[in-house]
């Protein structure tokens, strides 16, 4: 049996939190949760929309300025009888996935579409590409980009170069000098951040409860090897659609799968960060939480990493009005284009649970929103110099991003307690 409990919302729990004796100690709680903890525990996330087929095609060449409807009308025009279900198009990766009722449509779709334009008005640019959709398409289009091209080490090179004064050290020559090992990552990046997507803030806020994630298969390598090699290991949640980030979290527990059990240390109602002078100790049920400051968390004490930080740490913070003026086409740009967060985009490892077959559990730091608007002058140079806020399930933000977007929470809840006082 699955022992159910409600969902507070971040307010209630922080009044809860707050109106807690600090008497109570997590070990004095641990019986009690051992007691009555189930012994399964269920993937909440929910079922692939029933417009998602087996049977797709993944569309390339899209042109920028096409949109579903476009996709539609020109493979309804090579074939009445096209048998679409749905479209989701990836404007910004100019590519789309077509989901079709049946094996038969899909042979016959590629078949009519790939070569072709859109049409008379869309003859400019290369041709499109039709075939059929594989499991990594769309992984590649995301995250999946940022593996396997050496981005870590690119930026530790550019930092040397920016320290030193030397030549451009992000070609790919100087990034494949040496292999990215394990021991790199722990002397050059202590802290790692992590962008994770919900598509329900219902998954959140039991996340909230129980401290357990069940994450995407293709995100558990690189999750696992950031919290075995880091002091810390960051998470940034968002809901899609929301507008805002949720909260932030630190990584517990390395990646286990469904199978593996989960509470080796203590009850995930001991897992909540609490930062304020005076100690804090959640009770069983409900569990309390508190909101707090974000730490600030620099690289001082990682002489290696502070040098090269300092030598780079102005370069994706454009907090200046120019700084933002010379950014404001590319940002205009996005916002006419279906992003991530309004358009969520499809994943073949999402569909139904399949994809979720490992697990992390998680101790939150802050649960205070942040909206987007606040964070529109952070990029992730490691997303093709983005906004923070597009971002995938799993994407990673260069460090100086990382930093900067703890630091616009810390600000905005400073402002918070400036209007309460």
């Known amino acids: 049996m699955i022992e159910t409990r409600g969902r507070p919302t971040a307010v209630q729990l922080i009044s809860y939190a707050s109106s ?36 797709a095609m993944w569309m390339g060449n899209v042109p920028k300025h096409a949109d579903e409807h476009d996709l539609q009308t020109f493979i309804a025009a090579q074939n009445p009888d096209h048998g679409v279900l749905s479209v989701f198009l990836i404007s910004k990766s100019s590519c789309a996935f077509v989901n079709f009722a ?17 049409g008379p008005d869309w003859t400019r640019g290369p041709p499109l590409v039709c075939r059929v959709r594989t499991l990594n398409d769309d992984l590649w289009t995301g995250v999946g980009g940022q593996r396997g091209v050496g981005l870590h080490r690119q930026w530790i090179n550019s930092r040397i170069a920016a320290r030193d004064g030397i030549g451009d050290a992000d070609s790919p020559s100087a990034a494949s000098d040496a292999s990215t090992t394990s021991s790199f990552f722990e002397k050059h990046f202590p802290r790692r951040f ?66 593996d059990a989960i509470h080796d240390g203590l009850p995930p109602d001991t897992m909540v960060a609490e930062k304020s002078p005076s100690p804090f100790t959640p009770s069983p049920s409900p569990p309390g939480i508190t909101q707090s400051a974000p730490s600030v968390m620099t690289p001082a004490g990682h002489p290696d990493l502070q040098e090269l930080y300092e030598a780079g740490k102005g370069v994706h913070q454009p907090i200046s009005l120019d700084g933002l003026l010379q950014r404001h086409q590319d940002i205009l740009e996005a916002r006419l284009e ?10 073949p490892m999402s569909d139904g649970v399949s994809g979720y077959t490992a697990q992390i559990t998680v101790e939150w730091i802050c649960l205070e929103p942040l909206p987007f608007k606040r964070t529109r002058n952070i990029v992730n ?30 600000l905005v809840q400073d402002e918070r307690r400036r209007r309460q006082a």
């Open 194 to 259: 992590f962008v994770l997507k919900s598509q329900t803030r219902e998954e959140l806020d039991r996340c909230v409860e129980d401290g357990v994630w069940f994450i995407q298969t293709h995100n558990g390598a690189v999750l696992d090897r950031a919290f075995r090699t880091s002091d810390e290991t960051i998470l940034f949640f968002s809901v899609n659609k929301s507008g805002q980030f949720y909260g932030y979290a630190r990584m517990r527990t390395s990646v286990m799968t469904t199978n």
């Open 20 to 55: 807690q004796p600090s008497g109570s100690t997590p070990s004095s709680n641990r019986n009690q949760y051992e007691s009555h903890r189930p012994s399964e525990r269920r993937v909440y996330h929910p079922a692939a929309p029933a417009d998602r087929s087996q049977w």
């Open 338 to 347: 279906p992003e991530p967060d309004d358009h969520p985009e499809p994943s």
């Open 381 to 410: 140079t490691w997303n093709r110099d983005r906004e923070v806020k597009i971002s995938r399930d799993g994407t990673e933000l260069d460090p100086n991003a990382g930093l900067a977007l703890l630091e616009a929470w810390r």
């Open 102 to 118: 049946s094996e038969a449509h899909l042979n016959d779709a590629i078949k009519q579409c790939n070569g072709k334009h859109l």
